[in-house]
């Protein structure tokens, strides 16, 4: 039996290889990679094709999608704009948000869906440890799957799957573990390239979920504050 | 007293042509325009150039989104896919439909949007001569209007204004006429670059708006069908 196709949006992080791995149990992963302009991009690309060099997945598409530097507003891409440091308990929306971010990604997910005939979008968000960003939240996601819907051809069943949205961190790496992805090819960290900062919200948030998954996370580190 | 800011996706085609002229009653307009690798991406690129000293318009944004074109499915971006001839009584999707175009153009506008503080996004999508690309009804506006509210920072209000999408195109024409919006420096041919093909979708629909309209179309034709 042939596995319907689905669009796998994958930064390289650890949330989007988690749920690389959850998609590969119903559907046939096309890989999707978007770089737009963040500090990290070399670094995240290359962990881009380790996954799906690791999950022997071909089916592989990488956009730019730098136009989003040009509008700036972040400090994942805007140098000018200092990176936050991290804060796991702050409720404000951190510098590194890039304005309406996930909405450009969903829909050249979406463009290429349906010239490919997916069934599905997946996108690794996660409302609860994503710092806050507006277009992390389900209601989002449920919202842009009206405008799919009223948007694409009749013929196009398309709709965007978010199965890590409402876990906690730790479990998202404990599930990674369980379903064998190569959480040790990810990246995370904001900030550096070579090794990851240890400081940065995005490090701290990975540190801690390892931390509470009871894992050792095996990339490097220039500092490996303990976050509990 | 100052006006508020609105971003208008202005392509150099008409509608969106005789929507910034509506928009500037309102709003002070910054221009964006996305080249999405179509065929006739450089004259269009001219006529928003055109269109914005017109108006003396600075604040412009040049967006390259010529993923879409990797992407393909379209006779618009793909050569290898024949430009439909015109046949203004199909009810189907015409070859020219760039799966989910106007989501990943909205994204961007709302992106900039969100950054300039600019509390509009204008758009010239017309439900009734647009071929019936899916993206162009206005149940899709309204949904993702609803993906903004939800997908953008609590400070940031922005709406999708569609001014022209419940009008017949020869309404466009005279609305056009009426504000003094600059027809002549705008560009319709799916075709060519030099002089309009004629027999396009698009120049068929633009013609008989202006036949209708009671208007001679200023612009250059290769041939010029009479379309009633």
Redesign the interface.
Known sequence: MTLPWAVVLLSGGLDSCVTAAMARKEFQPAFLHLNYGQRTALRELKSFHDIADFYGVTNR?V???E??A????SSLTDARIPVSQANLTART?PTS????????M???A???A??IGAHAVFIGAVEEDSSGY??C?K??YD??N?????????S?HVRVVTPVIGMAKRDIVSTGIELGAPLHLTWSCYQREDTACGVCDSCALRLRAFSQAGVEDAIPYAVRPKYE
Chains 1, 2 share one sequence.
């Open positions: 598409l956009v730019s999608m136009y989003l040009a509008i700036g507003g929306i948000y890039v304005p309406f971010r996930n909405a450009n969903l829909s050249v979406v463009s290429w349906e010239v507006p277009d939240r209601e989002f919202a842009f009206t405008v799919i819907t009223k948007g694409t051809k009749p196009t």
